[in-house]
């Protein structure tokens, strides 16, 4: 005849069994529970879509450093050339050169300020004043600075490109700014 | 006495729920690793990229809706939904984000499924070493002549600094 356990003679025992099992329901039920509703929840819930309502804030933006300019524009063999950007959206070109007159060699600063242009697809200079050594030059004579302007341009436009391509979206420029340092562009996607 | 066996039996499921609970809790409140480096070089060019272009992106690679949310200190939430078959719950996953030395590391600190949050090392490997490829897709990114100085994220989104190591 098997051996019972008989309850009644030890309570303790019996309550400590109670809740050992309990325990053990307690663990493995509470964590299913718990697994499940989450699922359930989450199963529930939405991805949050982009905030678009934010409008002043830009997709992108772009900080390039006046000192980044300078040392990226340095060429040795052409003699030094200065970029000094400037509040309202302008930039001015400081290059320092000889000119030949007479068959005399006489050191000049030639100085082009430019306004910086932004439409939707793209960023351009544009020649604003030209000055030799302080004096200004009219317009027909200061094409100085004329194949700059091109290089410039074609530089703008690729990088606007090369953004739009990694981003994978056309984006359209929406913002410029200058300060005594820095040029700060700010773009958006195009929805 | 079987009615002492069944208080025992209570106060143990009640003692085991109130374990489960406390885990849940635990497990929510544990810390973020963070990547935390001060730039120390300045940089020549600053990129920001808001949450909502990251997340338009983020979108099209994973081919469903997905949704990036930046925090100070190099916290970034994706949040997609998964297919487990019969559910499609919409799963939160925490990564910090950050520079080590030249390097960016990304790395996988938990998943939130709704309220439950699992800490990842109790995820499989290919999940962690998948959310480390971030880190590694944004390094790839850097232009040529430029290298990585500084990554910020703020509520707003992603800020790159750059330096021109160009000729």
Known sequence: MPHQYDFNRDPVGCGLLGCLGGLFFGLTGGATILVIAALLSAGAASVPAPNSAISSQPDLSLTIEESFLNRYAEQPTAGAIAIDVLPNNQVQLIANTNLQSFGIETPVQITGLFQIQLTPQTLFVELVDTRISGIPLPPELSNFFSQDITFINQD????????????????????????????QVELREVQ | ???????????????????????????RLAPAPVFVETPTITPDITVFI?????????????????????????????????????????V???????????QVVSELHRVNVGFLSIPAQ????????????IGQIIQSQTPPDFV?????????????QLKWVGE
Do not use: H, Y
């Open chain 2, 1 to 27: 006495m079987k009615r002492l066996g069944w208080f025992g039996f209570a106060l143990g499921t009640l003692a085991g729920l109130l374990i489960v609970l406390l885990c849940a809790i635990a497990l």
């Open chain 2, 50 to 90: 808001s949450e909502r272009s990251l997340s338009r992106l983020a979108s099209e690679t994973l081919q469903q809706p997905a949704f990036i949310d930046f925090d100070p200190d190099g916290q970034m939430t994706v949040t997609t939904r998964l297919d487990l078959g019969r559910v499609q719950p919409v």
């Open chain 1, 156 to 183: 703008l436009d690729g990088l606007v490109a090369e953004l739009s391509r990694v981003l994978k979206i056309p984006i359209v420029l929406n913002n410029l700014r200058t300060t005594n340092s820095q040029i």
């Open chain 2, 148 to 160: 990585l100085v500084g990554l910020i994220t703020s509520p707003e989104g992603v800020t790159f």
């Open chain 2, 92 to 102: 939160n996953f925490k990564l910090s984000l950050g520079m080590q030395g030249s």
């Open chain 2, 122 to 133: 109790w995820l499989p490997d290919a999940l962690r070493e998948g959310s480390a490829m």
